[in-house]
């Protein structure tokens, strides 16, 4: 029988050699696929790539598509945050007491002198790119698989570890305060983290750990310093003098803002402040040249600030971690603070709100 397969093979006229010597083995290579997929089951590399498939689908969605969504929300809520901030606007929030303002305004919105909301955004910004990199988007020239991924987790590492500490420092040195954004973004942090690590075995996580214990002492040092650094000149330890000096206070008081200030006189609320502080400035003129005179201003630097000039014992026993500081009601209140947030804490609002009404018709 195959003797003559053969040779009815071979005598063929229309299947030229060439053509056939190339055809034969394009047949066997096929079916000797074939017969693998059937027999013997999925390749080995099949069982990677999917494992893999597994690995990278999270309740329904990739991976890298929560974290682009996640990235892009919080892209937006920052992104927001730096307009109100570098615009000085007043933020939403849906906190009543206005603390997300407040938080906002304090010492510790800035690192280094940049905002806050800023790197935010840059960092949320960076997590959305990677993440469609990541999905084949091909949006980043010259970034492989691993890359991607790397970058990744070292910069939802370094956002889960800055809000950890800014979540400590919304509790111990802003205690009272209530940030709704504060607390979106640190959810937004750890669901990046938790995500990103989702992509990793545990034996990856082994070889990276390092890494991660590495960049959570970076953070850390970075913003414990930016903030450190702000405190010689608080306390006067620089070599330079500088002698007092005061600012005009050129804005007019309303009838609204005068009584404001003799509510929080009278129930013995006091403003810390220093004379260089831009802050304090401002906060004065909210008040106006009339109701300023009438606060119980306390000014922590009277002689002058630098080497061998101290700041006030009253001061320095009040714990003050920045400028302006209000206690009112045995409750601190840090940073610059609009008038009605100053109204509400020490419960003027809903005692004199005639004045309120007098003060919108003054101003139009």
């Given at each position: ?38 027999w ?16 990278a ?9 929560w ?28 906190v ?71 979540l ?6 802003l ?24 992509d ?5 996580i ?55 200030a ?35 201003y ?15 014992t ?14 009112i ?5 840090s940073?610059?603070?609009?008038l ?18 007098a ?6």
């Open positions: 029988m195959s003797i003559s397969s053969a040779l009815a093979i071979s005598r063929l006229p229309s299947l030229p050699p060439i053509r056939c010597s190339l055809a034969v083995p394009l047949r066997f290579k096929r079916s000797s696929v074939v017969s693998l997929r059937c013997c089951g999925p390749s080995p590399k099949m069982d990677s790539d999917s494992g893999a498939s597994d690995k689908f999270f309740l329904g969605l990739s991976t890298s598509s974290c682009t969504g996640l990235g892009a929300v919080g892209f937006m809520e920052t992104a927001y945050l730096t307009y109100i901030k570098l615009f000085n606007s007043d933020a939403f929030c849906a009543a007491g206005g603390g997300c303002n407040d938080v906002l305004n304090s010492d510790y919105s800035n690192v280094f002198g940049v905002p806050l909301p800023l790197i935010g955004m840059v960092s949320y910004g960076l997590v959305t790119l990677l993440s469609l990199q990541q999905s084949r988007s091909n949006l980043l020239y010259g970034f492989g698989e691993i890359d991607v991924r790397f970058l990744l987790l070292a910069i939802t590492t370094s956002m889960a570890t800055a809000s950890t500490y800014f400590y420092l919304l509790g111990t040195k205690s009272g305060t209530v940030c709704s954004y504060c607390l979106i973004s640190v959810f937004l942090s750890f669901s990046l983290l938790f995500i990103t690590l989702k990793y075995a545990f034996e990856e082994q070889k990276v750990v390092g890494v991660q214990f590495a960049i959570v002492a970076i953070i850390l040092a970075t913003l414990s310093n930016s903030y450190t650094m702000t405190m010689p000149k608080y306390f006067g330890s620089s070599d330079i003098i500088l002698e007092p000096y005061e600012t005009e206070i050129i804005e007019q008081s309303t009838p609204w803002t005068i009584a404001l003799k509510h929080l006189h009278s129930i013995g609320a006091k403003m810390y402040g220093a004379f260089w502080c831009s802050h304090c400035q401002e906060q004065k003129q909210m008040f106006g040249r009339e109701a300023a005179k009438i606060l119980d306390v000014e922590c630097f009277p002689d002058g600030v630098g080497k061998g000039r101290k700041m006030t009253e001061c320095t026993l009040a714990g003050l971690e920045g400028f302006p500081t209000w206690i009601k045995g409750k601190v209140l940073g610059e603070q609009n009605q947030a100053l109204a509400d804490a020490s419960g003027f609002a809903s005692q004199d709100s005639s004045y309120a009404l003060s919108k018709q003054d101003q139009s």
